[in-house]
């Protein structure tokens, strides 16, 4: 039975047009749960429907080999341009502990990042993706921590746009969706995303109050001036401290993957080094998330929104419908085994090949000399499943940069050279042929 119903969910995901197509930012924080893994995974497999296309992955962690095992993830699924921005607000980067996932995919699939220092800066990132997106067209899944968006609300204007944080967010996010609160059953203490709960220490410790989380959060909530969407604890994990909102459970069924899969190993190594060796199930809060930012409601979920979300300095959050700042969060609408086999059927679906024709190259190319800048028309890919990631930059034969939009920031060196090189980038690192700027 469970066979022919993954068979059936898997059918009905080839049809993208029910769902249309997202531009898709997606934050998070690979390191312990490998929940994370599941959704990039769900993902690259909505981009291959043609769904979505994936403009960014970021990483809030402070590991060091956080970004590098979403490199490995994306290699894997054959999108290694996808860039990859990691959050620099740190003090230090420390080593992930062995017993994570991040830290075994890593060492032991190949990737493009070599370093953790060679991801972009997150907040930059954000900012220059968004700099040269249509207005209104973004959506951004916040799956971890509050850290970059956090920053980017916060970040004044550069040399990718005038505007602040808040009035770029504004103008170009159509939504965000972010895991964390809990809205029924629970009392309204988060878990641990939005900063958690002293009250939940008594049932487990890693949810306590984090101070810092609980107040960036607390300021993205009030100062997010995009639609912004919740999806509680209660969605995917609606089982804990005295709830009883029905787990949404997936993992089991990667079992039938190669041994190989990356989904697999990340999923069987955490539970491995825990001690489990059979069960490698667990519960979808952040699948959850992104299923919905990806296809709305549907069949599966309800969103209540055009009200205010409230979180308080002890953890605890309300939602009211009474005052519209256009936030909200979402219900489950179908049986939770049902959503469960939908999500799992996405996380399983098989890698698309690599296409190799080439994105189209960038066309009326102009000087914008108030802001000393080259600006370009974007270009397009021919291919479902494949979209231009960004743009790579020669002066001459001489690589320069890649950059993230339709934008390049010019100065003395570049104009010197005479003769600039652009070239689209596909997400699986194709390039386009060159178009040629002469600054003579």
């Known amino acids: 039975m469970r066979f022919f119903l993954l068979a059936f969910l898997f059918l009905c995901t080839l049809n993208a047009s029910l769902w249309g197509q997202k531009k898709v930012i997606l934050d998070t924080d690979p390191s312990a749960d490998p929940d994370d893994v599941g959704c990039m995974a769900m993902l690259h497999n909505m981009a291959s429907n043609g769904e979505c296309e994936i403009l960014a992955m970021i990483n809030s962690t402070h590991y060091k080999q956080s970004a590098l095992s979403i490199s490995a993830i994306n290699a894997f699924y054959n999108r290694k341009a996808i860039p990859i921005g990691d959050y620099q607000g740190y003090q230090t980067k420390i ?17 493009d990042l070599k370093t953790w220092k060679d991801a972009v800066d997150g907040v930059a990132l954000y900012r220059e993706i968004l700099a040269s997106a249509e207005d209104a067209s973004i959506t951004i899944a916040i799956i971890g921590t509050m850290h970059n968006f956090y920053d980017l609300l916060r970040s004044e204007g550069d040399q990718f746009s005038p505007l602040n944080g808040v009035q770029l967010v504004k103008k170009k ?13 629970g009392n309204g203490y988060d878990r641990t995303n939005w900063g958690g709960s002293d009250t939940l220490c008594s049932y487990t410790d890693w949810s306590c109050l984090n101070v810092e989380r609980n107040r960036m959060c607390r300021y993205v909530i009030q100062h997010c001036p995009s639609p912004f969407v919740a999806s509680g604890w209660e969605v995917g994990c609606g089982d804990y401290y005295n709830a009883n909102y029905g787990n949404v459970i997936t993992g089991q069924g990667l079992r039938d993957l190669d041994t190989t899969h ?83 059927a996405l996380m399983m679906m098989p890698v698309q090949e690599v296409s190799l024709a080439q994105p189209s190259p960038p066309q009326q190319i102009t000087l914008d000399q108030v802001n000393k800048k080259i600006i370009w028309k974007k270009s397009v890919d021919p291919s479902q499943g494949s979209w231009v990631i960004g743009y790579n930059i020669y002066l001459g034969d001489h690589y320069l940069k890649t950059a993230y939009g339709t934008q390049l920031v010019i ?12 070239k689209a980038l596909n997400s699986s690192g194709i390039e386009s042929e060159a178009s040629v700027f002469s600054f003579k």
């Open 411 to 422: 100065d003395e060196q570049i104009t010197k050279a005479g003769t600039l090189s652009i």
């Open 262 to 344: 990356i989904l697999r190993r990340s999923y069987e190594y955490h539970f491995l080094t825990r001690g489990e060796t059979r069960d490698i199930s667990r519960h979808s809060n952040d699948q959850c998330a992104l299923h919905y930012a990806v296809r709305g409601e549907g069949d599966n979920y309800t969103a209540f929104t055009n009200g205010q979300i409230t979180l308080s300095e002890n953890g605890t959050c309300t939602w009211e419908a009474s005052i519209n700042k256009s936030q909200g969060f979402i219900q489950k609408k179908r049986d939770k085994d049902v959503i469960a086999a939908e999500i799992e």
């Open 95 to 111: 080593e992930s502990p062995a017993r994570n996932y991040d830290s075994h995919l890593a060492k032991v699939y190949p990737r």
């Open 173 to 185: 996010v159509e939504q965000v969706v972010t895991m964390g609160g809990n809205f029924i059953d």
